[in-house]
């Protein structure tokens, strides 16, 4: 398990997102998407393309400021496209934990969580969440939820949420959430067209 504390510097997050050293203050970025979620000018390529993006490396190393970066664009990114295209399976990830039978609501924790997953499996294509957030209040008031497999398949990370966070970390060469850095400065950066199908959040 990781918590997420105010004097975390770049090295820090390595098993959080992928990281990249640059040599400048300006980096261009190369990555894999699929065209087609954007574009119906060709919609008879069905697989992925090489795209590029230009990344300004501005923000000053210091203590707190890269803890509270990286939960805003988790927030964030999980807000944006979060309640478009209602599908059955979001109205079921997306409903209260009721207040009920304490076995019955672990349980059905336990089933949002691996369905959330394998959401971002289907939706993002390349593969279920790695890595869940949590307050540390709400894993110990839910424990039972977390099972052995749970525990082995996600890398638990406690910061001072009030819902749970799922998300995929990804490749440099994949859509999703990375970290790049100079000696002096570093940017959370979201590669891909639709970074936030890597992300997926549940209600508490």
């Known amino acids: 398990m990781i918590t997420l504390s105010d004097d975390m510097v770049v090295e820090d997050f390595e098993d959080l997102v992928t990281i990249n050293k640059a040599d400048q203050p300006t980096a261009n970025i190369i990555f894999i998407d699929f065209e087609t979620q954007t574009s119906v000018h060709n919609m008879s390529t069905i697989g992925p393309s090489v795209f590029s993006k230009s990344v300004d490396i501005n923000h000053p190393i210091k203590y707190n400021d890269m803890k509270t970066d990286f939960l805003n664009v988790v927030r964030g990114i999980t807000l944006t496209k979060q309640e478009i295209r209602e599908r ?117």
């Open 88 to 204: 059955k399976l979001n109205r079921i990830l997306n409903e209260k934990v009721e207040k009920i039978e304490k076995e019955y609501t672990d349980r059905q924790l336990t089933a949002k969580i691996l369905c959330g997953g394998n959401k971002i499996a289907a939706e993002g294509r390349i593969g279920p969440a790695t890595h869940l957030i949590i307050s540390e209040e709400n894993y110990v008031k839910y424990k039972s939820a977390f099972t052995d497999y749970l525990n082995q398949h996600f890398k638990i990370i406690h910061a001072d949420i009030s819902d749970i966070i799922l998300y995929r970390k990804s490749t440099m060469d994949q859509p999703g959430l990375a970290l790049i850095h100079t000696d002096v400065y570093y940017k959370f950066i979201l590669k891909g067209f639709y970074p936030e199908k890597q992300f997926y959040k549940i209600k508490l």
